[in-house]
């Protein structure tokens, strides 16, 4: 019975490693509005309609006003405007309300990772990195549901390979991949996003047409 029970647990962790790949594949090339939190839904379209007034008007006040509101008052609303400009909304205005706790301004655009840690956003991405690791481990997922299987018919018989015929260390490998892979996604978006939004220190901050 705890052997069954042992197997099903591993079905479950197996199971619920594809879905890891597929809500990592769906996050990256889907851009859901329903996905999103409502509250980074309604401030998204309170900037960009105030963004869009700003444009057609020429005045800025409401526009400072929403920024001030979202962001805390003195943030160069320049900043937010250029990531609402054309095509960089879902690149770079999304990225920066996710993280506008973490975001502080200073002449330039710093992260604010922890009360006492501050850095400069990333200038090279880890996403690479990081997806690869996340399919690795969902790979390594399934070759311990795998094994768990076959070893119910043929045992290892390399003594120090014999803890493969143990269902229950198998199970908590399967388990121990899934939680990797997650805090890896965890991780993946959090670096994505610091390294979008430290994009724009060179599209606000160097690029004169900001200026």
Known sequence: MLSFLVFCMIFVGVTISLYQVYDVHYNLNFDDEEQRPHALNKELKELSDKANEYSETGSPHNFMQAVNHIFGHGFDHRVVLAALTGERRHAYAEPLLRRKNNVVLNGRLKILHLPFWKTNPPTKSVRGILLTFILVNSLLALFWGAMSVYTVAYEVSISQLSWLNDEAIL????????????????????????????????IVFTDPENR
């Open 171 to 202: 199970m908590a490998l399967v388990y121990f991949s899934i939680l990797l892979t997650y805090l890896a996604s965890k991780l993946d978006s959090y670096m994505h996003d610091i390294y979008q939004v430290g994009k724009l220190n060179s």
